[in-house]
């Protein structure tokens, strides 16, 4: 993982989330679940993770806004 860059998977469906989360989870580039992503690591990128950090495992990165993201099993 080159510095500068979030290294994203997707682990949890949006069945039963807002139509908001599910729109923020494509928006990112995901398509399939379990699916990883590299994005650069910028402020708008970070607000997208932070709104969907329940559905979003982060390798990687310490903390998203202030909140840790913890390694989801």
Do not use: C
């Not at 949006?14 to 992503?37: A, C, E, H, M, V």
């Amino acid at each position: 993982m080159a510095n500068g860059t979030l290294r994203l998977t997707w682990k949890k469906s949006t069945i039963g989330y807002p139509q908001d989360q599910r729109t923020t989870i494509k928006s990112l580039g995901f398509t399939k679940l379990n699916q990883t992503i590299e994005k650069p690591d910028t402020p708008s990128i970070r607000g997208m993770v932070y709104k969907v950090r329940h559905l979003v495992h982060v390798d990687g990165e310490g903390e998203i806004n202030g909140s840790s993201i913890h390694s989801q099993s």
